[in-house]
């Protein structure tokens, strides 16, 4: 048995929820009792257990009522689903999907709406294709990234949206040449819509969150950060108040709700091990998927359009200097490089705000100019990054991005900078799956290994420096670095066990590599 990531050990030793001792197999035989449990684990590795720095936990394992689209191929496939739950639906209820990906349909395959915006034309599919096939029936289909929504005629009807509704700031509403509504909705315009409530009984919730939790285990990860709403860290919390929550949850709280936060004392750091609050998430812009995305130049094939600014400028930086004065750090959703410049500039005026400086982080950091990448090392901000995206992106970044590449998802050239790596998921808009995270990483390639030596591959980083951003990484990031992402004594005993040992295999075969254990708080959560 060795520690991947570390020095080789033999053996390790809990008390407890806690390691108490590491060291050969001798020094720590010393240590067994009548009341010692004995894992033996053969030829397999231990290591520190994963951390998803981004995820949308409850979003993904509460709500198995809404039809999943991920995998769908065309745009008839998915009606064809979307039609079957619609069927199903008694009157009044909504079809809720989620996960359409235009990028990846054959857009010569059918007839959708040529949006029009900045003299240029981009495929969609409309609200047209939902009513021929929901009718009456409210619909609305979040796309894969989580930017752009797709209702029928009959959403857009409940949330009395019509061909005056005006986009709100940070939003779009998408509409066709001659102006009519196309039933897409994008960034803070998806406000509009209803915030739709669960079909399924508090029960059936609960199922769903221990079920994810599972899932989360079985994949080696114990601790998940979580940028979602109210909702969510209600449940987390009644979980954890009945001991179920068995998932180490850092929590950002919405940016809407910053000054009731403020108003009622909230810190930063409020919660124990298990449950914490940890920061706050706002949102600088959208997402390449929807090409929504805030970035310097126009978008290659669309003059004139730089994406969607969600908050940005002086409305940006007094949110982050009014929550570092409350000792709040931010964690700032930005991937243009535009959007990534204007967090960085928030940052900077908050530096110097602060007491003592605070872990602000950059989620995703898809795009990032070399004069910001020096930046955010000099002033400590954090990368949260999901290489998964790598795996779904390329075809995407290659169309939208094409003048930028050489700086998109940089992560090497941020490694390099000493800015700190926390990688996560963003599930589920990608697979949680830490293992196909890694190969993304190091070898920045699909899950079928094409392309062939990997996609700008200037930016990969070894394996060693994927497994720190997995594990000390994420755990430096919400504060947890004294007591999770290595195995030392006295830190929590949250380990994952490993087939092979990642640092000595190909590079090649990590996708090979298996979880075959999984323990949380000295406890054993999975075994294969």
């Excluded at 090409?291 to 002086?314: I, K």
């Excluded at 602060?354 to 982080?361: G, I």
Aim: net charge positive; aromatic share 6%; glycine share 10%.
């Amino acid at each position: 048995m060795g520690a991947a990531g570390g020095p080789q050990a033999a053996s390790v030793a809990v008390h407890g929820r806690r390691v108490y001792a590491v060291g050969t197999r001798r020094q720590i035989e010393r240590l067994r009792s009548r009341r010692t449990t004995v894992l033996d684990l053969a030829d397999c590795v231990l290591m520190p257990a994963f951390t998803d720095a981004h995820t949308h936990f409850y979003m993904w394992a509460a709500r198995p009522d809404v039809v999943n689209l991920v995998d769908a191929r065309s745009l008839a496939d998915a009606l064809r689903r979307i039609a079957a739950a619609a069927r199903q639906r008694a009157p009044g209820e909504w079809v809720i999907a989620r996960g359409f990906d235009k990028n990846h349909w054959q857009q010569t395959a059918h007839t959708g709406a040529r949006e029009r915006r900045g003299g240029s034309e981009e495929w969609f599919p409309t609200a047209a294709h939902l009513d021929a096939v929901t009718g009456s029936v409210p619909t609305q289909v979040q796309s894969r990234d989580g930017h752009s929504v797709w209702v029928n005629t009959a959403a857009m009807r409940a949330a009395g949206i019509t061909a005056r509704t005006k986009a709100p700031p940070g939003g779009a509403i998408l509409r066709d040449r001659r102006g009519r509504l196309t039933g897409i909705l994008q960034e803070n315009a998806i406000s509009l819509l209803p915030d739709v409530a669960s079909t399924l009984t508090d029960a059936q919730i609960e199922r769903a969150l221990a079920a994810g939790i599972r899932e989360f285990h079985r994949h080696g990860i114990t601790c998940a950060h979580a940028v979602e709403g109210a909702e969510a860290l209600r449940w987390f919390g009644r979980l954890h108040q009945a001991g179920k929550l068995g998932l180490r949850i850092r929590f950002a709280i919405p940016s809407e709700r910053l000054d009731e936060a403020i108003a009622v004392g909230l810190t930063n750091g409020l919660g124990d091990d298990m449950l914490r609050i940890c920061g706050v998430k706002c949102f600088a812009d959208g997402s390449l998927g929807s090409q929504s995305a805030y970035m310097f130049d126009s978008y290659p094939a669309r003059p004139g359009y730089r994406g969607v600014p969600v908050c940005v400028g002086r409305a940006l930086r007094d949110l982050v200097c009014k929550a570092a004065k409350a000792g709040l750090p931010c964690w700032v959703h930005a991937i243009g490089d535009r959007a990534v410049h204007e967090t960085v500039e928030a940052f900077a005026e908050a530096r110097r705000l602060e007491r003592r400086p605070l872990r602000h982080r950059i989620e995703h950091a898809q795009c990032v100019r070399p004069a910001d990448v020096r930046r955010m090392g000099r002033l400590r901000i954090i990368a949260s990054m999901q290489p998964c995206h790598i795996v779904g992106d390329i075809e995407a970044a290659e169309k939208h991005w094409s003048n930028v590449l050489r700086w998109a998802y940089p992560i090497r050239s941020l490694h390099e900078a000493g800015v700190r790596l926390a990688f996560g998921s963003d599930v589920p808009v990608e697979t949680f799956n830490p293992i196909v995270g890694l190969h993304a990483a190091v070898n920045r390639q699909r899950l079928d290994r094409t392309p062939t030596g990997g996609w700008q591959m200037h930016q990969a980083i070894g394996i060693r420096d994927a497994l720190r951003a997995y594990t000390v990484g994420g755990a430096y990031a919400a504060g947890d670095a004294d007591s999770l992402g290595r195995i030392a004594p006295g830190m929590l005993a949250d380990f994952a066990v490993l087939s092979d040992d990642p640092l000595r295999i190909p590079r090649e075969r990590l996708l090979d590599l298996r979880v075959v254990a999984t323990v949380c708080n000295g406890r054993i959560v999975h075994r294969a």
